[in-house]
């Protein structure tokens, strides 16, 4: 049955788009410090860079 199939792939890649933006979005505010070339996150403060100079998409304290 193809239907099934596929509406268990639009099952998957919901349930997985839903697991990451969760992820990415939860507690994590990436602010620019231009001067340090630097990313800090303003809800747990962590500071970190990235190779292409874009903002974080993870949190790095999501513990903390
Ligand atoms: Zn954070």
Not at 13 to 26: D, K
């Amino acid at each position: 049955m193809p239907l099934v199939i596929l509406l268990a792939i639009v099952v998957l890649a919901v349930m997985f788009w839903r697991y990451r933006t969760v992820r990415l979005t939860r507690n994590c505010r990436w602010r620019e410090n231009r001067a340090a070339g630097e990313w800090r996150c303003a809800y747990c403060g962590a500071v970190t860079r990235t190779a292409n100079g874009g903002p974080p998409v993870i949190c790095l304290q999501e513990n903390g």
